[in-house]
């Protein structure tokens, strides 16, 4: 069964750093695209950045810069590290995989992912 983990989550003020974690088991996820997606109080969940088997990363232009997606196939673990953070980056934070791959390369369309994690929540205070 497939299964996503995060970790990593926290409060930090702004300007800190945070770097979250997803740890994937139940399938061979080096073969397909992972994503982090968050959603604040009120408002829809959104791509943050992701990454595919090619290691080819896209990210959203609001964090552009300040985060970075990566990933060690040998730990089957998915990392997004967060710099120079914003209020604004306040959310709860959801690591997702895309085992089906209808669309090439790294997707932030939330209805691509077909498996999710429970999500961590970061909070950035001002």
């Known amino acids: 069964q497939v299964q996503l983990v995060e970790s990593g989550g926290g409060s930090v003020q702004a300007g800190g750093s945070l770097r979250l974690s997803c740890v994937v088991s139940?399938?061979?996820?080096?073969?397909?695209?992972m994503g982090w997606f968050r959603q604040a109080p009120g408002k829809e969940r959104e791509g943050v950045a992701a990454?595919?088997?090619?290691?080819?990363?896209s990210y959203a232009d609001s964090v552009k810069g300040r985060f970075t997606i990566s990933k060690d196939n040998a730990k089957a673990t998915v990392y997004l590290q967060m710099n120079s953070l914003k209020p604004e980056d306040t959310a709860m934070y959801y690591c997702?995989?895309?085992?089906?791959?209808?669309?090439?390369?790294?997707?932030?369309?939330?209805?691509?992912?077909?498996?999710w994690g429970q999500g961590t929540q970061v909070t950035v205070s001002s």
């Open positions: 997702a995989a895309d085992t089906v791959l209808v669309v090439a390369g790294p997707t932030l369309r939330e209805i691509e992912y077909d498996r």
């Open positions: 990454i595919d088997s090619d290691g080819t990363t």
């Open positions: 139940g399938y061979t996820y080096s073969s397909y695209c």
